[in-house]
């Protein structure tokens, strides 16, 4: 009977067979965001300076601004979604969470040095 039991717990244990590289504590979908957000990262550390990892170019001034906005867009969404749960919230919540992402988008596209 107690061996159906633990059966059974294990049978409703979200978490089971989320070990991340076979430690159970670690989640992997938690631990595959924070992998994808240590790449975006360094991606952001080189994209203004190839020259750190000796690449003998630079990018052109739109395209490195440009591109550090969209990463930047895309790791806010990352831990907004995944680190703080959004992913299971009422839509009427999402909303309000992407209130301040509306009004950055507004800062960021007034301010941008745009030349005509």
């Known amino acids: 009977m107690a061996t159906h039991k633990a059966a059974d717990a294990a049978h409703h244990d979200p978490n089971a067979g989320w070990g991340w590289l076979g430690v159970k504590g670690l989640y992997n979908q938690y631990m595959w ?3 994808a957000l240590l790449i975006f990262t360094a991606i952001e550390v080189v994209i203004p300076e ?4 000796g690449l003998d170019f630079h990018f052109p001034r739109l395209f490195v601004v440009s591109s550090l906005i969209v990463i930047a867009l895309v790791k806010t969404w990352l831990v907004a979604w995944y680190y ?3 992913i299971a919230e009422r839509p009427s919540i999402i909303l309000v969470a992407c209130c301040p992402f509306v009004f950055s988008l507004f800062l960021t596209i007034g301010l941008f040095p745009w030349r005509f």
């Open 84 to 86: 703080m749960h959004l």
């Open 33 to 35: 965001v924070w992998l």
């Open 50 to 53: 190839p020259a750190m990892i």
